[in-house]
């Protein structure tokens, strides 16, 4: 008999360890003790409780017989560890797609058991290449149709996704799946990968981002399950696909020979062509009107052709200057507008949603005014009082508040904090003479944004990491603020029929959980410092209202 | 003074008032001295023989100054065309002809942009619009009438619009209406047919003095000579498309209503065609009656569905009624009906809105009743079929209806 435990020391006072039998082989014990090989036994795996101590019970230190009694309130630790069981077992799972682009995007989807035995690590080993996801790189989600087949006694996130960019060509075909669990045990897998187009992979990242069941909130849970490796990757990704569908667009200008622009206004056209038209002949009412360029970026490569016809036949009709630009691919807001602001001739860059035009008769020319009055740091970069189509104000500057959850409301440890912008007045009566008084704000509405070229370009434009639209507006603001020239509202008027500029899918919701994630996690923490809240208090901002 | 004549439609190849109202303005403009009127009527899919491979716009079966414009693709929601060369070629059309008055007698089949792109083109030009209906401020085919309740609108709103065509959220038609009104400021004078029609547009924001009342005088049937005069005024007519506004289904539930009360000394002819056009509701109503009428014997039978007519038809179709009923449901603009029954010396019984009220004198020249009631319908026919000396006493209260040479005097002045 081995000496017991004799202080805490060795363990926790409430484990007995290993004690070796004596005496005599005991069938039915060694069974009750062993309910592994019990089952093993019952399978057929061994003939006898007693095969099984021969051939490896004895040497893993399996008890033979029962001590004199189990010893109360005390564990019996009955083998050595790691060797309790007589084989792990594999975990139940799946994997529905491994789905892989041309560019080296990699997507696989699918859910595993791990509710008490945890999922380690994902494995996929193709001929030439090989990788591994961590279990805390996959997204977590609930999958109600594997909960039907394993029934969990609690709820649990099943399913799981991961995305990689390798940034390479990689060959496609079979691949063996191993899903690694924390024992040890192990669930292989062969899967064909399935190879799509890169901005379907994309497009089915963000997708089964905005679709998926969460065990919380999808506002909270959707940014936090990339927050640890996916989110990093998605950008990357999309900066890349960015890149591609700006660099070779298509330029058509319909220009009355010699006339130079006063200012250029550009525009991101996505989904609803009709907005050219409607603009321009909006615009065209507005004396002034003719001293601006009209530039329109479009993102919906299915729209050319209606665009390059309504260019013409709204050049036609009112003669402004317009610049259509046509991308092949969707490269979002902020690198649709770089585009536009980078073929704009003008020195004053006025950057206008397809759905906003003047409220006031003399818009285009007090607008010019205000931006050639000054000073600099008043007119650098302003935004205007945009209203609903129903007479009441919609934005009077922008603020940001931070909202957090708990983390156990998303099944995970640590809670999630995330930035949420909001606008001043949005909803408040049209004439509220303290929302409309020209100020510093901490930012501005993306929706119309008047800026000096110069310091456009010193900002360097708009950050294209955020993906499709969102957020990108107060980063520039809040970038702006930084460099000590925070954003101004000025009291100029415009509508502003939000939401309704184009047409809104689960895909940019996904874009959306990314941006929440990505701005959250750029700016965070200087806005704590004074930049949260209607009340605002940062330095930047009281010196400049001096 | 050169005047282009813009329409929808050539009336010849689809019927319809407007574009007859401006083809006869043509034609009348033609024997004025001084006047050198061109027309420039649409024609789209309803009439694929006449689009030429490459044309846009060409002449029309031979016939002086009339110019077909070869429509398609037309986008009804925002009104405008696809079509860049389209509008080169209707560019090109003004600079060609270089007209002093250019009148639309609709945009649709064009687009409303045409009034600016007519604007850019010709500067100097005199731009005048017609509003044959309220399809600038209406989005439901421009007729102010809710779709949801079959209510009179009297005030297009987003909220309001939204709730009559709830496929398109509130913000459309607030920029529906701001792109209509940014194209109708090219415009230097508005007509419109009936009087009542002005406070509508102006409530919506066009300003008052640019609108002007000229009523439509077209050519109109006259009977050679009167029938000899029946023993009984009980015989009713209804000319009109069978279309849901134009309430053929009030009168045959008045017609129900009379059989019931045992009332069936009368009858009614039903002229008129483009039952497809109704809703599927109305259709089945109209349908169920005519079908129901021709189960019963000869002589109980009293509604007589004569079909179409075309306008040569007119004046013997009104000679086998007394009474001719314009059961409306909607705001009746002018109602050319009225006049051609005015014109064969027919007292009507109509609605008591809209375009029929302004003309109608309760009493006077004819009956009016409330827009829908076939009860008060009912009681009207009742009357009208067995008051002594009435029919004879609104006849004699008619007033012969405005004429060509009355609607063209109207416009020239319009014209300046």
């Given amino acids: 008999m081995r000496a017991p435990a004799k202080s805490a020391k060795a363990g926790p006072a409430r484990v007995q360890p290993l004690a070796a039998p004596e005496g005599a082989f005991d069938e039915q014990t060694y069974l009750r003790l062993n309910p592994d090989v019990l089952i093993a036994v019952a399978e057929g795996k061994f003939r006898s409780g007693r095969e099984h101590y021969e051939l490896y019970g004895k040497a893993e230190g399996r008890l033979a017989a029962a001590p004199a009694g189990l010893p109360r309130d005390k564990i019996l630790i009955t083998a050595r560890p790691g060797q309790a069981e007589e084989a792990p077992h594999p975990p139940q799972g799946a994997v529905d797609a491994i789905k892989l682009s041309p560019s080296g995007g990699l997507y696989v989807t699918g859910w595993v058991h791990d509710a008490l035995d945890r999922l380690d690590a994902l494995e996929l080993y193709v001929p030439g290449w090989s990788t591994a996801f961590s279990a805390a790189a996959l997204a977590r989600t609930r999958r109600p149709d594997a909960e039907e087949v394993v029934k969990p006694h609690l709820p649990h996130a099943l399913g799981f996704w991961g995305f990689i960019h390798a940034g390479q060509h990689l060959g496609a075909g079979k691949c063996n799946v191993v899903m690694r669990m924390k024992s040890g045990a192990e669930l292989s897998l062969i899967v064909a990968i399935e190879t799509v187009e890169d901005l379907e992979l994309r497009f089915l990242a963000f997708q089964q981002l905005a679709t998926a069941h969460y065990p919380g909130p999808a506002y909270f849970n959707a940014p936090a399950v990339i927050a640890a490796a996916i989110g990093p990757q998605l950008v990357e990704f999309s900066a890349m696909l960015t890149r591609r569908a700006v660099s070779a667009p298509f330029i058509e200008r319909f220009h009355q020979p010699g006339r130079r622009p006063l200012a250029s206004i550009i525009v991101c056209l996505y989904g609803r062509p009709e907005y050219l038209r409607l603009q321009q002949a909006l615009f065209a009412r507005q004396p002034g009107a003719e001293e601006y360029e009209y530039v329109y970026v479009c993102n919906s490569a299915s729209l050319a052709e209606t665009l390059l016809k309504d260019a013409a036949i709204a050049h036609r009709a009112h003669g402004l200057d317009i610049t259509l630009i046509l991308l092949g691919a969707n490269a979002g807001f902020a690198a649709a507008n770089n585009l536009g602001a980078a073929q704009a001739r003008a020195s004053r860059l006025v950057f206008v949603n397809p759905d906003v035009f003047p409220k006031e008769p003399d818009f285009a020319r007090r607008h010019l005014a205000l931006a050639a009055a000054g000073p600099a740091a008043r007119t650098d970069l302003f935004g205007a009082a945009l209203y609903y189509d129903d007479g009441s104000l919609m934005h009077a500057g922008m603020y940001f508040e931070a909202d957090t959850a708990p983390g156990f409301m998303l099944g995970q440890g640590e809670d999630v904090t995330l930035l949420r912008v909001e606008h001043y007045g949005k909803g408040a009566p049209p004439d509220d003479a303290a929302l409309l008084r020209p100020r510093p704000v901490p930012a501005v509405s993306g929706a119309f944004i008047s800026a000096a070229r110069g310091w456009f370009e010193r900002l360097e434009g708009f950050s294209e990491s955020y993906v499709f639209g969102h957020y990108e507006d107060a980063d520039l603001c809040l970038r702006s603020l930084e460099a000590g020239r925070p954003a101004w509202l000025h009291d100029l008027h415009l509508w502003h029929l939000e939401g309704k500029g184009g047409a809104r899918l689960p895909v940019h919701e996904g874009a959306a959980a990314v941006n929440r994630w990505l701005f959250t996690q750029s700016w965070l923490q200087t806005l704590r410092a004074g930049l949260l809240g209607p009340q605002a208090a940062h330095p930047a901002l009281s010196e400049a209202a001096a | ?416």
């Fill in chain 2, 1 to 416: 003074m050169k005047v282009l004549i813009i329409a929808m439609y050539h009336p010849e190849l689809v019927r319809g008032g407007s574009q007859q109202v401006a083809h006869e303005l043509f034609q009348g403009l033609r024997e004025t001295p001084g006047v050198e009127p061109v027309l420039l009527c649409s024609a789209d899919h309803n009439s694929p023989a006449l689009f030429k491979s490459g044309a846009r716009i060409t002449g029309f079966d031979g016939r002086e100054n009339e110019f077909l414009f070869l429509s398609h693709d037309y986008d009804y929601v925002w009104q405008k065309l696809p079509l860049p060369l389209q509008a080169q070629a209707f560019a090109e059309f003004l600079e060609r002809i270089r007209p002093d008055v250019v009148h639309f007698h609709h945009f649709m089949t064009y687009g409303i942009d045409y009034l600016s792109l007519a604007r850019r083109v010709c500067p100097a030009a005199r731009i005048v619009f017609t509003a044959h209906e309220f399809l600038v401020v209406c989005a439901a085919q421009g007729h102010m009438v809710r779709p949801p309740d079959g209510a009179l609108c009297e005030r297009a709103t987003p909220v309001r619009c939204h709730q009559c065509l709830p496929q398109h959220p509130p913000e459309h038609f607030f920029l529906r209406a701001q792109w209509m009104k940014s194209h109708l400021a090219a415009v230097d004078r508005f007509t419109v047919p009936g009087r009542f029609m002005a406070a509508t547009y102006e409530k919506w924001g066009l300003p008052a003095e640019k609108i002007t009342h000229v009523p439509n005088g077209l050519r109109l049937p006259s009977l050679k000579a009167q029938p000899a005069a029946p023993a009984r005024r009980n015989r009713f007519g209804f000319f009109g498309q069978l279309i849901d506004v134009k309430g053929l289904s009030v009168l045959l539930e008045a017609v129900a209503l009379l059989r019931a009360e045992g009332f069936t000394d009368f009858s009614v002819e039903v002229n008129g065609e483009n039952i497809h056009f109704a809703s599927p509701e109305i259709r089945a109503r109209i349908e169920q009656f005519q079908a129901g009428e021709a189960e019963l014997p000869p002589a109980e039978r009293r509604v007589r569905f004569n079909g179409g007519y075309h306008p040569g038809q007119v004046a013997a179709r009104m000679a086998r009624v007394d009474w001719v009923v314009v059961p409306s449901l909607w705001w009746e603009i002018f109602c050319l009906v009225l006049s051609e029954a005015w014109a064969c010396g027919r007292p009507v019984i109509a609605s008591d809105v809209g375009g029929l009220a302004e003309r109608v004198t309760d009493g006077g020249d004819g009956l009016l009743f409330p827009l829908g009631d076939a009860r008060a319908l009912a009681e009207a026919m009742r009357r009208a079929a067995t008051e002594e000396g009435l029919w004879e006493r609104l006849a004699a209260g008619i007033a012969p209806p405005p004429s060509l040479a009355e609607m063209v005097a109207g416009y020239l002045k319009v014209y300046g």
